[in-house]
């Protein structure tokens, strides 16, 4: 079975600092995989532990931080065979729909039975790319998905955790599924997988090569800027001792009532 | 603000429909309906204020939701442009949401927190960087899609005196196939956070499952209900993911959230952040969540609790 597991590296964000303005300064963010997307690399190396001749590839749409090269090698460390970049500077800030329409064409290019994706990315959070590019491809497609129940070269059965029920489906393949964060516990790679990773090969495209038409400007992107905070008391006492306590009792007293 | 003429809305949640139309009413000159279910529940739908409902059929045991996506995305091609679609934040309405934009080549913003509208085009507001920051979207297509988060519009009454007569709209068999085997109600607490008045929380600072009792107990004390930050529900497992709070689970909007040991980190603040009153207890001084705090306690949580636990019994 041919998988592509969909992996996005975005800025870390304990490194991202707000200017006083309230724009983001990313300059000092290093790249890291956007978290929801090791659930999806671990369910793609469960998929191939079960069907035989199973590859895994990584496919990576997005600017500078796809030249990173210890971010690829975690990428490859995790599982993925190998790795197809897609990269370009304007896809630094590039939305979902625009992301999913790349994907969708190095899909193609590179054949596919399944596509996992994350719940969404780390930095935008749309969660939208997983079913716009099963849209795209015009294949089954599905989020949420809790648990892979059976797998088999032309038919998957899934489970998905829905806000009040569980549903139980078959998904005929080709498909592109997104997993949620529970589906799995990303395994931590050992020292051999990351020495491993170096020797993998790495596949990067550029837009030219994917010959896509351009793009429908559906949605823009404004500005990001930081939220305003909440204006809030800050009385903070300090120390355990009965009669702390009992200050702050009084104060959630009064809050309460 | 000026009003778009047509406003499509969609729930899958029969619980969330009051709200989408009441949504619907505020940002569009007319409010659409789709229902799929019974004829009452198109009812329904006038009751809340729908100026039509297109009624889709009761829904096939074996299909999915999104499987109407083919079929509400022709009618919204026949209807009058500008539209817009508003749906609610369920997994189903997400999905609806990029499979519409797709066949309808509409822009999609979801989880939207505030949303505007010349008449034409829609912006809308969503959190970016794990609630760091807000990314503000324009979207430019004749048709839009936009997903709205929690708490973003007031639920409509239902009024029994407002009725109407519900259009029926034949199945479009979608080209791909999923086939639901079987659906199943969700096993667990079926805990509603953002319905709770207070929410006693807990994080890292408890250091080991036994001791969420003592949250439990000042639960019971104040009437609150218990929820957490994202390690006690992801890493440690401790406590079901309907009950963590933060940017990727519920963002809910008590008059009290009093956190016990977390330590505050910006994705878990923007979900406490719709608390009318935010009240800590940690014992590092240092910890953020003071600074999002309206009152705090430094000190050890297993001596303040059982304190405070005390005080309200007594």
């Not at chain 2, 989408?20 to 000159?29: N, P």
């Not at chain 2, 999923?178 to 890292?204: F, H, M, T, W, Y």
Request: charged fraction near 25%; hydrophobic fraction near 40%.
């Amino acid at each position: 079975m041919k998988i592509i597991v969909g992996c996005k590296l975005v800025p870390e964000e304990q490194d991202i600092t707000v200017q006083k303005d309230g724009t983001l300064d990313l300059s000092k963010a290093t790249p890291k995989i956007s978290q929801f997307d090791l659930n999806a690399i671990e369910a793609a190396v469960e998929i191939k532990a079960e069907i035989a001749d199973s590859t895994i590839t990584a496919l990576s749409v997005g600017g500078k931080y796809l030249d990173n090269t210890k971010a690829r090698k975690d990428i490859l460390s995790r599982g993925p065979d190998e790795l197809t970049s897609v990269i370009d500077e304007n896809l630094e800030t590039a939305l979902p729909h625009q992301t999913a329409r790349i994907m969708a064409a190095a899909a193609q290019k590179n054949g596919f039975d399944l596509i996992i994706c994350g719940d969404g990315s780390g930095d935008l959070y749309a969660q939208q790319v997983g079913i716009r590019l099963g849209a795209e491809l015009e294949v089954s497609t599905l989020n949420g998905v809790t648990k892979i129940v059976s797998v088999s070269n032309d038919l998957l059965v899934v489970e998905r955790a829905l806000e009040t029920e569980v549903e139980t489906l078959e998904v005929s393949l080709p498909a592109v599924i997104s997993v949620s964060p529970d589906i799995n516990v990303p395994t931590i790679p050992g020292m051999k997988s990351i020495l491993k990773a170096g020797k993998k090969p790495v596949n990067a495209m550029t837009l030219s090569d994917l010959g896509l038409a351009d793009d429908p400007a559906l949605v823009e992107l404004v500005e990001i800027k930081a939220a305003q905070k909440k204006d809030r008391k800050n009385i903070i006492i300090e120390g355990d001792g009965e009669d702390k306590i009992a200050e702050f009792v009084s104060h959630l007293r009064t809050i309460m009532n | 603000m000026s009003k778009i003429s047509n406003i499509w809305v969609f729930s899958d949640a029969e619980s969330r429909l009051p709200e989408v139309i009441a949504g619907g009413a505020e940002l569009g000159e007319k409010v659409s309906a789709f229902v799929i279910g019974s004829q009452d529940q198109a009812t329904q739908a006038f009751s809340y204020g729908a100026d039509a409902v297109y009624h889709l059929g009761e829904m096939d045991s074996a299909r999915i939701v999104e499987a109407y996506a083919d079929t509400m995305a022709k009618v919204i091609e026949e209807g009058d442009k500008p539209a817009m679609i508003l749906l609610p934040g369920t997994k189903r309405c997400k999905a609806l949401a990029s499979l519409l934009g797709v066949k309808l080549n509409a822009g999609v913003v979801t989880e939207a927190s505030e949303i505007t509208s010349d008449g034409n085009a829609v912006q809308a507001k969503h959190m970016v960087y794990g609630g760091l920051a807000l990314g503000d979207e324009k979207i430019a297509s004749p048709i839009s899609i936009v997903v709205f988060g929690g708490g973003v519009f007031q639920p409509a009454e239902a009024d029994a005196s407002k009725t109407g007569e519900a259009v029926s709209v034949d199945f479009i068999e979608p080209k791909t196939s999923i086939k639901c085997i079987e659906r199943q109600p969700k096993q667990g607490s079926s805990v509603d956070l953002n319905k709770a008045k207070r929410i006693v929380a807990v994080g890292r600072g408890i250091a080991k499952q036994e001791d969420i009792k003592l949250a439990e107990g000042l639960c019971s004390a104040i009437e609150a209900e218990l929820g957490c930050s994202r390690p006690i529900a992801e890493s440690e497992k401790w406590m079901e993911r309907e009950r963590y709070i933060g940017i990727s689970g519920v963002m809910p909007k008590p008059e009290l959230y009093l956190a016990l040991g977390i330590s505050g980190q910006v994705q878990h603040m923007v979900g406490a952040n719709g608390a009318q009153y935010i009240v800590a207890v940690n014992k590092d001084k240092n910890a953020p969540i003071f600074d999002y705090a309206d009152y705090g306690i430094v000190g050890d949580l297993y001596t303040i609790v059982p304190a405070i636990v005390d005080a309200f019994k007594g």
